[in-house]
């Protein structure tokens, strides 16, 4: 974890004021927000006050928190808190931000911080002799799929070789970095394959007609029916397209009745009755065990004369054992020797 604190103090300023361009977008900003709210302004002053004079000195931090009607420490907590903030000095020209979250490790962001050692200084947040250019590493900025990159003030470079940023760090420092086109540095376009495009390579598919239909008008044939798909076909009367409702003729009284269909009696025996089908099946299934006497269910495989089961050898009118002896199979002999 890092401790951020303020610079030094023979680094701080002795005050701060935004441009008058700053102090009207301030003003507009802070007005965005609902009456009793315009607290909610500190991270965009504080950020604006940043881009101004390139990091948030104290001055700046008492200033914004004047225009916010805010207790000093409150703002120094935000300031302090969000590491987008710099509290200390850095390049005039250039503050180099390196990615160094996996994906641009992985890449080769440790030969970048190299670079940004050998041409910035040793250290992280330190300026160069001349002031122009400082360097940090940060986490990742979003761009990782054309890992490893750099972030400049708003701008990334992407698909950075050491080389590269040599070349983009001495742009900076002449001070003509707005000429380095920033994105990809490899020639690919945005995160397209740096190999080039493998897939969707034909515009035709892609821009042309793509549907069936017109593909048939384009090529003259007449176009199909609309499917039917997903209309299911019913006889139903309930579902007949002549049907309208509600009926715009009123049925009479007697009609009524008439169509009504009375509530059906009870009967007990009907109530505890299958289907006759499922009846019938119920009793064939049903024997007396010749023993026992005992009324026991039969599978359809006994009733066929099958063995049940693939081991069992008991057959359609083979006798069961009686109770408390042992099954016929269990008597005949295993062919063990003893
Ligand atoms: S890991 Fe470097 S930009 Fe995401």
């Known amino acids: 974890m890092s401790v951020r604190r303020l610079a030094e103090p023979a680094l701080q300023p002795a005050d701060f004021a935004f441009t008058e361009a700053n102090a009207a977008w ?25 881009e101004q004079e390139g990091w948030v000195s104290r001055a700046a931090i008492e200033h914004v928190a004047d225009m916010l009607d805010m207790p000093y420490i409150r703002v120094l907590e935000v300031a302090t808190f969000y590491t987008q903030y710099q509290l200390n000095p850095v390049g005039t020209r250039a503050h180099v931000q390196v990615c160094g979250t996996t994906p641009c490790m992985l890449r080769g962001a440790g030969e970048l911080m190299d670079v940004c050692r050998s041409r910035i200084h040793p250290e992280p947040f330190h300026t160069n002799e001349a002031g ?57 376009f945005n995160s397209a394959p740096a ?54 003729v009123k049925a009479s009284p ?14 007990e025996k009907a109530a505890n009755l299958a289907e006759p089908s499922v009846e019938a099946e119920v009793k064939q299934r049903r024997r007396k065990s010749a023993d026992t006497g005992v009324v026991e269910a039969k599978s359809p495989e006994l009733l066929r004369g099958e063995p049940i089961g693939p081991d069992s050898k008991r057959l359609a009118g083979e006798k069961r054992a009686p109770k408390g002896e042992p099954s016929p199979d269990a008597r005949k002999p295993t062919g063990r020797k003893r």
């Not at 029916?225 to 509600?246: F, H, N, V, W």
């Open 26 to 50: 301030a003003e507009q900003t802070i007005g965005k927000y609902p009456p009793g709210r315009q607290q909610s302004a500190v991270i965009p002053l504080l950020m604006r006050a940043q």
């Open 132 to 188: 122009t250019l400082s360097w940090e590493e940060v986490e990742c900025q979003g761009t990782c799929v054309n890992a490893p990159m750099v972030m400049i003030f708003k701008d990334t470079y992407e698909d950075l070789t050491p080389e590269i940023l040599e070349t983009i760090i001495d742009a900076f420092e002449a001070g003509k970095g707005a000429d380095v086109t920033p994105g990809p540095q490899n020639g690919r």
């Open 195 to 248: 190999t080039g495009f493998t897939t969707l390579t034909n515009e035709a598919v892609i821009l042309g007609p793509v549907s069936e239909r017109d593909t048939r008008a384009q090529a003259g044939e007449p176009a199909l029916p609309p499917s039917k798909a997903g209309r299911p076909k019913t006889d139903a009367s309930e579902t007949s397209p002549q049907l309208k409702t509600p009926s715009p």
């Open 254 to 267: 007697a009609g009524e009745t008439a169509a009504s269909v009375g509530e059906p009696g009870f009967n």
